[in-house]
């Protein structure tokens, strides 16, 4: 897979159901960051979580990193109509100034 | 809390000619880019800049892009003959450390080339 893919690329659920989402990465990173982005709109950032890190909270988001599976997950609990977004990942290339942004997770939420 | 906006929302132009859009960062931040997003695809890196030069810019930051931070608020990005294929959402993003902090993205100018 290519740097910082999520996975499902879409996920449907009824309000109130927790939402899990995954990002894999492929080489080494300092931190790793969770964005949403609204249909047509700009992207807001979640959590940053660092590479000595293992899991974060923030709010009904818990991030989790494995740095051994170069693997990040995003747990949205207890889930909104207005959480329907699209969720990225994105990672630093190392040694460089960009971010590398996944494909995104669609998350609908149904009310 | 402060953020990073960004004009115009919404720019139509045609084929060839020149834009510019603009970005007002997060006042204290030092680091600057531009990414944008064609529809339906992913978010891609344009431009890094960094003490009023660029410090790293991606295959398609061409000759036809340049970046610059002409007073002390604004960085732009213009394109000076512009293509079909540059139709896209244009973000602007800004940190107060690049290996530290997060990147703050702008809400982003949908550009229309036709």
């Known amino acids: 897979s290519q740097q910082g893919e999520e996975d499902p690329q879409a996920l449907s659920i009824q309000e109130g159901e927790n939402a899990t989402m995954n990002c894999s990465y492929k080489?080494?990173?300092?931190?790793l960051q969770w964005y949403r982005q609204n249909s047509g709109r700009g992207l807001v950032h979640l959590i940053l979580?660092?590479?000595?890190?293992r899991e974060k909270h923030s709010g009904r988001l818990r991030v989790t990193l494995d740095t051994s599976k170069k693997s990040s997950s995003l747990l949205i609990t207890a889930s909104r109509a207005a959480d329907t977004a699209s969720y990225f990942c994105a990672t630093p290339t190392s040694g460089t100034y960009k971010y590398i942004f996944g494909t995104g997770t669609r998350l609908k939420v149904l009310a | 809390e402060p953020e990073v906006t960004q004009t115009p929302s919404h720019q139509v132009t045609q084929m060839g000619q020149e834009v510019i859009l603009r970005c007002v960062p997060i006042?204290?931040?030092?680091?600057f880019y531009w990414y944008r997003q064609i529809l339906g695809q992913k978010v891609e890196f344009l431009v890094s800049?960094?003490?009023?030069?660029?410090?790293?810019k991606s295959e398609i930051f061409d000759d036809q892009f340049s970046v610059e931070r002409p007073d002390g608020s604004n960085f732009t990005l213009k394109i000076r003959s512009t293509k079909l294929e540059d139709s896209a959402m244009y973000f602007c993003?800004?940190?107060?450390?690049?290996?530290?902090?997060?990147?703050?993205f702008g809400p982003g100018t949908r550009l229309l080339v036709l």
């Open positions: 006042s204290n931040h030092l680091y």
């Open positions: 993003a800004s940190s107060a450390d690049f290996f530290q902090e997060t990147q703050y």
């Open positions: 979580i660092r590479s000595n890190e």
């Open positions: 080489t080494s990173i300092n931190n």
């Open positions: 800049f960094y003490n009023n030069e660029i410090s790293e």
